[in-house]
């Protein structure tokens, strides 16, 4: 209840029921009554109106009409841009992990589960062409023409990568396999360390705790209104900002966390590795993910999940070290962008959320803001 935002411009849609369309009347920007319908006072209003006897939190329309907005003349449209500005910012971070996760995602198929640069050097030694070509087309996607075009240092780095592929297949548990690589499970590759039941770990004090990373808050990003855990946990419990985590029962979900210092609670593996790097267990578990979900779909229980067992049949195909440490020249820049693209779209959003109530209150004015950021 009191979850607030605004229709995007070009999309239809149908008024689902326990929701409410506002339609700002004229002169009033629906920017700025989109943040103060999101800010701190008007969010006390709704809660402190909320209606009782029912299991379903809710407000009703009379009341939420006498709910009051402020008004600050022309200053709202000011307020709005600002704030907008810094949520327009978090969007394109969001739209440009979209393209790397995308991209590192279309790498980690293609190398390690197609076997595409491999394949193409395959099918260069039958025909008869230069089998380093073959594959730097098929890592690059890039033609013969464009390979040449392409300045002499970028050329052999592709160069250099294409040659750690081998031109050769052999028979493992996998099925085929590239030469001298190994069909192995994801629990041998990395470590998938169980979280605790954290309910019987309470805080020692109000001040001094670690906030409680359940399922709820892997899929949200962050800890908001997450219970709360002793804060001296053994270091292995605790999530910090790049840790990769899996639950593995309800909503199975594999993702980089960057939601702030946690304690991992049960049905969440906290996912490490002393063999491979971070991206290679990120996207192998990722890619086995879809297998994982179907499995938790299937169980007669009234909360699905997945068994240790399912980490052991889940195979990948592992390359020799030295390839690895090629790969994550590559790779690893992705997955460190992602993370902190994540983190400043974190400070982003403090920044609009402190801003928000004193922007509105008229403890900060919107011009001393402009100032401000002028001479920043």
């Given at each position: 209840?009191?979850?607030?935002?605004?229709?995007?411009?070009?999309?239809i849609?149908?008024l689902?029921?326990?929701q409410v369309l506002?339609?700002?009347?004229?002169?009033v920007?629906?920017?700025?009554l989109?943040?103060?319908?999101?800010?701190?006072a008007v969010?006390?209003?709704?809660?402190?109106?909320?209606?009782?006897?029912?299991?379903?939190?809710?407000i009703?329309?009379?009341?939420?009409e006498k709910?009051?907005?402020p008004?600050?003349g022309?200053?709202?449209?000011?307020?709005?841009?600002?704030l907008k500005?810094?949520?327009?910012k978090?969007?394109?971070?969001?739209?440009i992990?979209?393209?790397l996760?995308?991209m590192?995602?279309?790498?980690?198929?293609?190398?390690?589960?197609?076997f595409?640069?491999?394949?193409?050097?395959?099918?260069?030694?039958?025909?008869g062409?230069?089998?380093l070509r073959?594959?730097?087309?098929a890592?690059?996607g890039k033609?013969?023409?464009e390979?040449?075009a392409?300045?002499p240092?970028?050329?052999?780095?592709l160069?250099a990568?294409a040659?750690?592929?081998?031109?050769?297949?052999e028979?493992?548990?996998l099925?085929k396999?590239?030469?001298?690589?190994?069909?192995?499970?994801?629990?041998?590759v990395?470590n998938?360390?169980?979280?605790?039941?954290?309910q019987?770990?309470?805080?020692?004090?109000?001040?001094?705790?670690?906030p409680?990373?359940?399922?709820?808050?892997?899929?949200?990003?962050h800890t908001?209104?997450?219970?709360?855990a002793?804060?001296d946990?053994?270091?292995?419990?605790?999530?910090?900002?790049g840790?990769?985590?899996?639950?593995w029962s309800?909503?199975?979900?594999?993702?980089?966390?960057?939601?702030?210092?946690?304690?991992?609670?049960?049905h969440?593996?906290?996912v490490?590795?002393?063999?491979?790097?971070?991206?290679?267990?990120?996207?192998?578990?990722?890619?086995?993910l879809?297998?994982?979900r179907?499995?938790a779909?299937?169980?007669?229980?009234?909360?699905?999940?997945i068994?240790?067992?399912h980490?052991?049949?889940?195979?990948?195909?592992?390359p020799?070290?030295e390839?690895?440490?090629q790969?994550?020249?590559l790779?690893?820049p992705?997955?460190?962008?992602?993370?902190?693209?994540?983190?400043?779209?974190?400070?982003?959003?403090k920044?609009?959320?402190t801003?928000?109530?004193?922007l509105?209150?008229?403890?900060?004015?919107?011009?001393?803001?402009?100032?401000?950021?002028?001479a920043?």
């Amino acid at each position: 209840m009191g979850e607030v935002c605004k229709i995007p411009e070009g999309l239809i849609c149908c008024l689902g029921q326990r929701q409410v369309l506002l339609r700002p009347k004229s002169g009033v920007n629906a920017d700025y009554l989109l943040y103060a319908l999101q800010s701190p006072a008007v969010q006390e209003q709704v809660r402190w109106n909320e209606g009782t006897g029912s299991t379903v939190s809710n407000i009703r329309i009379p009341v939420l009409e006498k709910i009051e907005i402020p008004r600050l003349g022309e200053s709202e449209k000011l307020i709005a841009t600002a704030l907008k500005s810094i949520d327009d910012k978090i969007d394109l971070n969001r739209r440009i992990n979209q393209t790397l996760e995308a991209m590192a995602q279309a790498i980690f198929k293609s190398w390690f589960v197609d076997f595409d640069p491999v394949k193409a050097k395959i099918a260069a030694l039958t025909e008869g062409r230069d089998p380093l070509r073959a594959a730097m087309r098929a890592i690059s996607g890039k033609s013969e023409v464009e390979l040449d075009a392409l300045p002499p240092e970028a050329f052999e780095q592709l160069a250099a990568t294409a040659a750690l592929f081998p031109d050769e297949m052999e028979e493992s548990e996998l099925g085929k396999v590239p030469r001298g690589w190994e069909a192995q499970s994801l629990d041998s590759v990395a470590n998938y360390l169980n979280g605790l039941a954290l309910q019987k770990f309470p805080p020692k004090s109000a001040t001094d705790f670690l906030p409680v990373i359940k399922i709820a808050q892997l899929r949200a990003g962050h800890t908001e209104g997450a219970d709360k855990a002793v804060s001296d946990l053994k270091l292995e419990y605790v999530v910090c900002d790049g840790d990769v985590l899996f639950s593995w029962s309800g909503s199975l979900e594999v993702d980089v966390w960057t939601g702030g210092r946690g304690a991992l609670n049960q049905h969440l593996f906290k996912v490490t590795s002393s063999i491979v790097p971070k991206w290679f267990y990120l996207w192998a578990t990722k890619y086995h993910l879809p297998e994982f979900r179907e499995i938790a779909a299937n169980k007669a229980t009234t909360m699905g999940h997945i068994q240790r067992k399912h980490l052991s049949d889940a195979r990948t195909a592992t390359p020799p070290t030295e390839f690895l440490t090629q790969a994550s020249k590559l790779i690893s820049p992705l997955l460190d962008e992602i993370v902190s693209l994540r983190l400043q779209s974190r400070e982003l959003a403090k920044a609009r959320d402190t801003l928000l109530p004193k922007l509105l209150s008229g403890e900060l004015s919107v011009e001393a803001l402009a100032e401000s950021a002028g001479a920043a």
